[in-house]
Antibody
Framework: EVQLVESGGGLVQPGGSLRLSCAASGFTFSSYWMSWVRQAPGKGLEWVAN????????YYVDSVKGRFTISRDNAKNSLFLQMNSLTGEDTAVYYC???????????????WGQGTLVTVSS | DIQMTQSPSSLSASVGDRVTITCRASQGISNHLAWFQQKPGKAPKSLIYAASSLQSGVPSKFSGSGSGTDFTLTISSLQPEDFATYYCQQYNSYPITFGQGTRLEIK
């Protein structure tokens, strides 16, 4: 059974930092591009970042460039998101996901975690 | 950036109805489009990829079509469990973008 389990969310003050983790199991983690997707309360889905199988390529939505860093540890089947200089606009549920994207071998794949809530507030 | 616009934003329908949701891309994306279903408090669930291919385990009542800039998701014979919010997602180019969502409600 495929599982993506996020952790590390919580309440943080504006300007603070947080590191999210995602533990993957049930599939060959090192074979897929991995993603972070977020959803602000009552809002739609927003893609945040992607990382290639070997970590050599990374992409970010403009609003987080220079503040967030995506990384992975294939030996531990883990995905991370380091978030710095957080603002209220970063308040959201953050999902770890394997999205349909990036190469034809991944178009038919879609796995999602249950999400972890990040609240940025003083 | 490629903007994805869904219509309608909300839709009321009855059990047994057939409904169609439209997703329009601001520029051509070939068939690099996926559809997701999301229920309150839950993670999205994949329905369709490559515009018209059904994800494994998804019932055939769901179908997708389109290419280029205009896409549709059709759900036939609505059942209570189908009432949810639906999103399209393009993966033709970065940044990956989602439509704003279509909320399907029971009439």
């Amino acid at each position: 059974e495929v599982q993506l389990v996020e952790s590390g969310g919580g309440l943080v003050q504006p300007g603070g930092s947080l590191r999210l983790s995602c533990a993957a199991s049930g599939f060959t983690f090192s074979s897929y591009w991995m993603s972070w997707v977020r959803q602000a309360p009552g809002k739609g889905l927003e893609w945040v970042a992607n990382i290639k199988q070997d970590g050599s390529d990374k992409y970010y939505v403009d609003s987080v460039k220079g503040r967030f860093t995506i990384s992975r540890d294939n030996a531990k089947n883990s995905l991370f998101l380091q978030m710095n200089s957080l603002t209220g606009e970063d308040t959201a549920v953050y999902y770890c996901a394997v999205l349909p994207c990036c190469s034809p071998t991944q178009w038919g794949v879609a796995y999602w975690g249950q999400g972890t809530l990040v609240t940025v507030s003083s | 950036d490629i903007q994805m616009t869904q219509s309608p934003s909300s839709l009321s329908a009855s059990v047994g109805d057939r409904v169609t949701i439209t997703c329009r891309a601001s520029q051509g994306i070939s068939n690099h489009l996926a559809w997701f279903q999301q229920k309150p408090g839950k993670a999205p669930k994949s329905l369709i990829y490559a515009a018209s291919s059904l994800q494994s385990g998804v019932p055939s009542k769901f179908s997708g079509s389109g290419s280029g800039t205009d896409f549709t998701l059709t759900i036939s014979s609505l059942q209570p469990e189908d009432f949810a919010t639906y999103y399209c997602q393009q993966y033709n180019s970065y940044p990956i973008t989602f439509g704003q969502g279509t909320r399907l409600e029971i009439k």
